[in-house]
């Protein structure tokens, strides 16, 4: 049997959580702001006090603690090289994600990897509870009471810059983690952040109806009784980890985008559309399209703004369509619980959501569903029988969602993709291709779909943010991060150069080119006023 002290246990500890952050990547100086070194140790003595007080075994509750702390930095590793960020607070609810949806997180992280640290643990926790002599649990009071003390000495009035590498470069990560997680209970003036789409809803669940006008100030006309058809119909897909990707390689055919570049040569408006998000993160370029509201005024909310800002109920244009008349539906083909979802839509305006239980399983396309089958709903729902109200429509697409190096292409299909061959490293570019192709035809049936419609219909396509391709990228330099959107109307197609647009500004030109002048007159290029 081991019998070993608490005291030695928190001193070599704690410099043991010194030695681990410093395989973090980015690296944080051991040069700090004193209060950053007492959130450090604070959160070490407090986390080591309450393990102790519930095993009473010293070693056992620390090396537990250690392993925690490990666990956390080689996480953020694996984010910051696929994602080019840090671990920061609201990555905690993503564990339990990882267990729900492994498939989503597991192999960025690696599955031998979580297995074999899964394996050892579990030996652990059979070696520390047989083989420790337990202690007084009353011993735990002293890290208890010297950690928050240290907490309460190191907390003070901070404001993050949110920009997750350069706070943990300064301060360190647990210090980054501690502020992040108060400011993320920190009060939010919902009205002061500046919305185009109007006031907040009453609730959550009320009726939403701003003031009917367009972003760009001009006003829409509530449609007589009986005429909702004047109004036209909007369809908007953000599609997953949508680029022009014959910008990263010229060796990608040029029809691999036939349809894109079609409807691109018709647009209302299109270019490069500069995104929340890189890699990952949908929700972030979802709510900045939806609600019209920029990441710099969301706070620590801009990391994940569904898990609490977005749930309470925001002004988005989903809800002003509605106070229109318009009937609001979104599809998302995957776990509608999945960022929640099914909870957060409806608080953004939406009168109905489709999940992936909409669908079945013979229209995956690899390991999601295709897009083509997000094709075949939107039709469906365009051209439902004896419909009358005008239709919004927000599909996020799932097909192209990683990780892509699980999946292996045919030799013989590569030449429909490319015309040259791929260079050593550039394999997780096939299986990309392949679903991109996809989006492409999905683009075509689409077209196909508004142009048989009676009324005017618009679309507007864009990419939520650039995939997770860290080994191509190595080869032939990353992306900065920008996609590409387009708005095209299947009855004004004059065709527009391309002008660069931030994704909260895009779904008010959308709404400004909904209510321009009649066939063959340019709506603006985007809407006035947004910020």
């Known amino acids: 049997m081991i019998d070993v002290s608490l005291l030695p246990v928190a001193l070599i500890g704690l410099g043991l959580t010194v030695a681990v952050e410093r395989l973090l990547i980015p690296r944080p100086p051991l040069r700090r702001p004193a209060d950053c070194w007492m959130l450090h140790a604070g959160l070490w003595c407090v986390g080591l006090g309450l393990l102790y007080a519930l095993t009473a075994r010293p070693l056992f509750s620390g090396v537990n603690l250690l392993l925690l702390w490990l666990l956390i930095v080689l996480v953020s590793n694996s984010k910051y090289h696929s994602l080019r960020e840090p671990f920061v607070c609201a990555d905690f609810e993503y564990f339990s994600d990882a267990v729900r949806f492994p498939r989503l997180y597991l192999p960025f ?16 926790l059979w070696a520390g509870l047989s083989f420790e002599v337990p202690g007084a649990r009353l011993e735990a009071l002293l890290p208890l009471a010297v950690g928050l003390g240290l907490l309460r000495l190191g907390h003070r009035p901070v404001q993050p810059s949110f920009d997750a590498e350069r706070d ?41 109806k701003p003031a ?37 390689w010229p060796g990608v055919r040029r029809q691999v985008l036939d349809q894109y570049d079609l409807l691109a040569s018709q647009a209302l408006a299109r270019g490069k559309l500069q995104v929340a998000a890189w890699g990952a993160n949908t929700v972030r370029t979802e709510f900045a399209y939806l609600t019209g509201i920029p990441a710099d005024r969301l706070g620590v909310h801009r990391f994940n703004p569904y898990r609490v800002l977005a ?20 599809i998302h083909p995957y776990d509608g619980s999945f960022y929640g979802r099914n909870k957060v839509l409806p608080a953004l305006g939406f009168d109905e959501f489709i999940d992936v239980r909409a669908f079945n399983p013979s229209q995956k396309a690899g390991p999601f ?27 996020v697409t799932m097909e192209n969602h990683g990780p892509l190096h699980l999946e292996s292409v045919a030799g013989h299909e590569l030449p429909s993709w490319f015309d040259r ?18 989006a492409n035809r999905m683009l075509g049936m689409l077209r196909e779909t508004l ?29 900065a991060g920008d996609t590409d959107y387009l708005i095209w109307s299947n009855r004004r197609q004059p065709g527009s150069q391309a002008t660069a647009l931030a994704v909260q500004q895009l779904s008010s030109t959308l709404l400004a080119h909904a209510q321009a002048p009649a066939v063959g007159q340019h709506a603006p290029a985007a809407a006035a006023g947004v910020a």
């Not at 297995?115 to 050892?120: E, H, P, S």
């Not at 919902?190 to 609730?203: C, E, K, Q, V, W």
């Open 311 to 330: 749930r309470q109920g925001l002004p988005s244009i989903a809800s002003r369509l509605k106070a229109l008349g318009y009937r609001t539906v979104c």
């Open 369 to 395: 569903i295709g897009d083509c089958a997000v094709a075949d709903k939107i039709r469906e729902l365009l051209q439902a029988p004896g419909r009358t109200q005008p239709l919004f429509i927000h599909a």
């Open 168 to 208: 943990v470069r300064g301060w360190g990560l647990a210090a980054s983690l501690w502020r992040y997680f108060w400011a993320a209970r920190a009060p939010v003036d919902r009205a002061g952040l500046g919305s185009p789409f109007g006031g907040i809803p009453a609730t959550a669940s009320s009726r939403a």
């Open 109 to 124: 992280f690696g599955f031998g990897k979580a297995a074999l640290l899964a394996v050892g643990f579990l030996l652990y």
């Open 212 to 248: 009917p006008t367009s972003a760009d100030g001009q006003a829409w006309s509530q449609p007589p009784s009986g005429q909702a058809g004047a109004l036209p119909d909007l369809v908007s897909v953000q599609s997953e980890s949508f680029f022009d990707v014959r910008d990263l």
């Open 421 to 438: 061959p791929l260079q050593p490293g550039m394999q997780d570019l096939a299986p990309y291709l392949r679903h991109i192709g996809n």
């Open 451 to 479: 142009t048989a419609q009676p009324n005017e219909a618009l679309l507007c396509f864009f990419g939520d943010h650039v995939p997770i391709l860290p080994d191509v990228y190595k080869v032939l330099g990353a992306p």
